[in-house]
RNA sequence: GACCCCUUCGUCUAGCGGUUAGGACACGUCCCUUUCACGGAUGCGACAGGAGUUCGAUUCUCCUAGGGGUCGCCA
């Protein structure tokens, strides 16, 4: 199999079986460069989460670098704000850049905003090389070379365009300002790029890239275009849709960054392991670009959810705790005993699949003027015995000097056994007047972190509602 | 309109000429159970259509249909 493209002394195999065999062993005799390059014009985007997910991937993977580069050279559209919110969505996401904002590098500046001598200075060689022409506007156009193109591309194979009959293509406004295929390029020469993930909308453009590439004598990187992601009903996810904003659908809905990570991952590739649920590590040590698949994907939020449900049982209790505080604490709770609060959110975690969740399961362990639930007020008064039967499990409880969930188990056992009723008759009366709720934690567990105190004194408040 | 990519259960996918077409999510049923869940078991459910190559096509080729993308002085 000869080598289809040489580029700083690196050979790249077409053949797939081939490509994967060499893989492993392959990138570490090269330095792989590779980035994602947004444009601030919004939220930080899935798609474009994920394309700098596999970016980030392939970087860690072959021990290369990753680079983050602002394309913020449409100044009309640009916001400062949108920068800051799709830094801060990367970095939740755990994608953390070694060349960029913050990060600083050799080949900066990484916002395309101050590279203008870098563009005007290619633009010359263009001009040199007789490749561009100025029209009476103002605005510089490229000349294309109008020969048959090739992309050879890690995910799509080679992909042959014919020699275009398109108009020339605009590289400089006449403002001044450059076009992003013409900035892309130059950037990608500069920051010495060896590989390129990015959405599959990019394919069709390809070429008009390798064609600048070209005329600027330099070597284009190794192109791999991922499959986008699309809605639920196959159409086009954009801004508006659910779950296309990283922060709004996920970081403020409870997601954990891990399991969005592993979602993502799984969307548009699939590791050659058993299970889903993978780790970071795992995920880097899995990673083959060649594997990634060629069509399109819809996003499933259920699974998404799935995955967040999946890890958040695996969280500790303390780790439960840090990571949905900010949520009980916006619901209006406030936690004065961070162990009990641990124990309380531990206790619900397999009811949950988001943080978001949590502060409705737990509320009445921050709070003694917890809400009855409608049904559950019904249900008390019904019978008159109710009353009687949670006077025995008081008085039961009253007489203990230890409080603990066995104990308490016990307490409730032996009450109803007194009053020839099943303990699964008592126990529902119970968890009406504790929490105000008809689902939750068990009894026992319940009583046992809100204490013996309160739960004496939640028992006698109920019965003064129920007369 | 032209060009490019894609097409296996509802969704994400395994499959790389011969399989009872496998798994995950979702959904149904049963078990477990003080509630809600978790968990366990089980069921439902797919090769877009048509030619061709072949002893044999989900798998290879072509055509059609459908979906997506690109053709900007947006990125």
């Avoid at 390059?37 to 392939?58: E, I, K, M, Q």
């Avoid at 605005?139 to 009959?165: N, Q, W, Y």
């Avoid at 891990?258 to 799984?266: G, K, S, T």
């Avoid at 008592?426 to 013996?452: C, D, E, K």
Wanted: hydrophobic share 40%; charged share 25%; glycine share 8%.
């Amino acid at each position: 199999m000869p080598c289809s493209q040489w580029g700083r002394g690196i050979c790249f195999f077409q053949d797939s079986a081939h490509y994967y065999t060499q893989f492993t062993t392959f990138y570490f005799f090269i330095m792989t460069r590779v980035r994602f390059a947004p444009s601030p014009t919004g939220d930080l985007h899935v798609g474009g989460a994920r394309t700098a997910l596999f970016n980030w991937l392939f970087a860690r993977k072959t021990g290369g670098t990753f680079i983050l580069r602002v394309e913020d050279t449409d100044g009309a559209r640009n916001t400062e704000e949108a920068a800051q919110g799709i830094l801060k969505g990367l970095r939740w996401l755990g994608l953390d850049w070694d060349e960029g904002p913050d990060a600083g590098g050799n080949y900066g500046p990484y916002f395309q905003s101050q590279r203008k001598a870098i563009y005007d200075a290619y633009l010359a060689k263009l001009e040199a090389a007789g490749r561009v022409y100025t029209e009476d506007s103002g605005a510089v156009r490229f000349k294309f070379s109008r020969t048959p193109i090739t992309v050879h591309d890690l995910v799509c194979g080679d992909v042959m365009f014919a020699a275009t009959e398109e108009p020339d293509m605009t590289v400089r406004r006449p403002d001044g300002s450059y076009i992003f295929h013409f900035v892309n390029v130059v950037d990608d020469i500069e920051m010495k790029m060896t590989h390129v993930f990015r959405g599959e909308d990019h394919l069709s453009n390809t070429w008009k890239h390798i064609d600048l590439f070209n005329a600027f004598g330099a070597i284009p990187p190794t192109y791999a275009h991922i499959p986008l992601i699309l809605n639920p009903d196959g159409t086009k996810m954009s801004k508006r849709d659910e779950g296309s904003a990283v922060e709004k659908s996920y970081m403020n809905e409870g997601f954990l960054p891990e399991a969005v990570f592993n979602y993502l991952c799984l969307l548009g590739w699939t590791p050659r392991t058993e299970g889903e649920k993978l780790t970071r590590e795992a995920l880097v040590n899995l990673f083959d670009p060649a594997e990634i698949h060629n069509a399109n994907a819809r996003f499933d939020m259920h699974k998404c959810q799935w995955f967040n449900a999946q890890y958040l049982r695996a969280l500790s209790a303390e780790e439960l705790l840090a990571s949905c505080r900010r949520f009980i604490e916006k619901a209006g709770y406030t936690i004065t005993d961070d162990a009990v609060a641990a124990a309380a959110v531990y206790s619900v975690k397999e009811k949950v699949s988001l943080l978001t969740e949590i502060p409705a399961w737990v509320h009445y362990f921050f709070r003694s003027d917890y809400p009855y639930e409608d049904d559950v007020m019904i249900k008390l008064k019904a019978k008159p015995e109710n009353a009687t039967l949670l006077k025995a499990a008081a008085d039961g409880f009253r007489t203990l000097t230890d409080w603990s969930e066995a104990t308490v188990q016990t307490a409730i056992e032996e009450a109803a056994k007194a009053h020839s009723v099943k303990p699964g008759a008592l126990m529902p009366l119970l968890r009406f007047a504790l929490s105000g709720q008809s689902r939750g934690p068990g009894v026992n567990t319940i009583a046992h972190l809100i204490g013996q105190e309160s739960t004496l004194q939640r028992i006698e408040h109920t019965l003064g509602l129920i007369g």
